[in-house]
DNA sequence: CGTATAATGGACATAACGTTGATTAATGAC
DNA sequence: GTCATTAATCAACGTTATGTCCATTATACG
């Protein structure tokens, strides 16, 4: 008998389904749609729908999971390095790098999902990703004199900031290449949003 | 006859309302409860809810920009020169002290509409009234020489980052006053997120 | 006190939900 | 190509939530 993730079928009705939620979200954003509804889409039955998913908010769930999942396959590819925590991450470039073609990728999803009518639980898992496998080793490897900031509050502005300008990318077509995203992100976050900017004034601190 | 506004009664139902609101988005989530649970949190008719509110979205958006509108207000009342565009453009601690008293104010509300099972709406409307009321225009009086980055990109940076360290401040109950807060944002968005971990190394772009 | 109106209680039709069982159709193994 | 397996369909079910309605009661305000 064959495997359960290869029956043609259930591909077949799980790509149907992913690709009507798609569509209904970018439609009506996630609360504007029903069941009914997406099964119509997808043009299943309605019961079909539950043999796979409990309801729509599992859905999204294993959709964001499996983004997510295929973002950290694809980053282990690139760098086999990243299991074992050594070198690298004095490097962050080609994660980024790495990073930024996965979303362009699953761009549109991508656009729904971290926009306003999107899942800011996923969000979070983002965020939590990025400091995992790079920006939260980058900035832990501190010397503490310096670091007259709690680390946590630290990684909590870099990785939103990073998070802040995907959306942005996301939101504005997608004019830079990965590339320059990436080297975007590195240069405000290594010589300062405000020197970027191109303010000199001293802060009386 | 009395003002809609002011009518005991309905002043102690929207009340109500709202308090039932903050309880159960923190038990279950905005998905996690129906407008009947509401109003029995609420102790109120649920044809009393409808005179009101839509539904449960209209209430959630009613009960954001009042508090976005009452963050506003405070900020124009510290600092009236908000209104003509000048001065104090130079000066972004008293707006982030501010801002961060008005986010403990409503602290409860804040962390649940701000946290994974929150509005992502509410994000854009915090982003953006950062960018409208200091950072943006912070950011935008640069000497464009030095600027090698799109402005929107170095905003978006920028804002996301402090939404991202407001919400690890209410995700780790609040430790550090709101004058601390708004001086660490001050200082890594100006020596920059590299520094203050005290990473030397150069890029090599 | 008297008027205005907010809130209640009950009912209604409509729609979505999640599940079930019998049936049909497609799949993969041999 | 046959056959057993199982995914998908179809129709139906009870349950629950939704949004609206109206007659009635209770409260607020002048």
Redesign the pocket.
Known sequence: ????K?????I??KRMIRDALTDLMEEKGLEGF????LTEKAD?????F???Y???YDLLEKSENEIIEEMYEFLKEINPDLINQSGLQNEPLPFLVNLFENIEKNARFMKLILGPKGDPAFQVKLKQFMKINFLGKIMEKSNNESLSVPIEQLIAYVTSAHLGVIQQWLNSGMQQSPREMALTLLKITFYGPAHIAGIKKDLNF
Chains 1, 2 share one sequence.
């Open positions: 008998m064959s495997d359960q290869t029956d043609r079928r259930i077949r009705t029903t069941v009914k509804d299943i039955n309605r019961g079909t539950y043999l796979h409990q309801d729509k």
